[in-house]
């Protein structure tokens, strides 16, 4: 019984960190899509509405 309780607690423990670990790097994507976004927009917008 010990042996499966801490096999299922450390596959609870391997998918919080996989989980926390995707959200991480989801947030530095995004903070990088949104940089670029504030360099390309004004550009867009400039073409789009000329």
Known sequence: MGGAAAAALAAV???????AARVRLDR???A???AEWG???PRWSRRRHA
Do not use: S, Y
């Open 13 to 19: 423990l391997l998918l919080a960190i996989r989980a």
């Open 28 to 30: 530095r994507r995004m």
């Open 32 to 34: 990088q899509w949104e």
């Open 39 to 41: 360099e390309i927009e």
